[in-house]
């Protein structure tokens, strides 16, 4: 069964740091991983997808990193900022209708 | 729509009974997935439809689950005789087509069973 663990579970820093949050999946043989937001109370957004034959992925302040041979990906966040704060939720596809997701990184950014 | 709707947002129900719970998907959008999130856990993909099929539904938790699209456009989850552990926030999602890389996500529907 594969299994996807992110890491660290919860993580509070000030504002304007620089983070990183890990992901570690099982079976190597993905699809695409995936990096998702989730606010209270509303659905996931979508923010980077790295495609399994891509090493990494930027928007913004968010890039997003993948190594399939150690079964890793980070989403590093820079010049983090209040409006960051929610949980961020890794997700790999394996084939069209697999998918698996972490339990999270519930991310708070103090002012 | 705009994007994906769900109902009700919430629902509380006593053990044993049966609900049902609603996903709107984008329009035009062929493929829609269900997902359950229990209390700090990760997503637990329960069931895709391609148009009106399930091809596979080996991810629905036990034979209390169901689950049917009509018209390749409203999706119904149905459990019947809740449980306590049937407790969570279950998601539906919608892609343009099965194979699509975006999924986009209703606000999910938080089922509590008493």
């Known amino acids: 069964k594969q299994e996807v663990t992110q890491i660290p579970a919860a993580l509070s820093v000030p504002e304007g740091e620089n983070l990183v949050l890990n992901c570690s999946f099982t079976?190597?043989?993905?699809?695409?991983l995936q990096w998702f937001r989730q606010d209270p109370g509303k659905g996931l957004t979508s923010l980077l997808l790295?495609?399994?034959?891509?090493r990494e992925q930027t928007s913004g302040r968010l890039n997003a990193s993948l190594d399939k041979s150690s079964g890793r990906s980070t989403l590093y966040i820079a010049a983090s900022q209040p409006g960051d704060s929610a949980t961020y939720l890794c997700?790999?596809?394996?084939?069209?209708?697999?998918?698996?997701f972490g339990s999270g990184t519930k991310l708070n950014v103090k002012p | 729509g705009a994007g994906v709707s769900q109902s009700p947002s919430n629902k509380v129900t006593e053990k044993g009974k049966d609900v049902e719970l609603r996903c709107d998907p984008i329009?035009?959008?062929?493929?829609l997935y269900w997902y359950r999130q229990s209390l700090g856990q990760g997503l637990e993909f329960l069931i895709y439809?391609?148009?009106?099929?399930?091809?596979?539904k080996s991810g629905l938790p036990s034979d209390r689950f169901s689950a049917e699209r009509t018209g390749g456009s409203v999706s119904t989850l149905t459990i019947q005789r809740t449980q306590q552990e049937d407790s969570a926030v279950y998601l539906c999602?919608?892609?343009?087509?099965?194979?699509?890389?975006?999924?986009?996500f209703g606000p999910g529907t938080r089922l509590t069973v008493l």
């Open positions: 329009s035009g959008h062929t493929a």
């Open positions: 997700a790999v596809r394996y084939n069209f209708n697999k998918f698996y």
């Open positions: 790295i495609q399994s034959s891509q």
């Open positions: 999602a919608s892609s343009l087509e099965i194979g699509a890389d975006t999924q986009y």
């Open positions: 079976d190597s043989a993905i699809y695409n």
């Open positions: 439809f391609q148009g009106n099929s399930a091809p596979d």
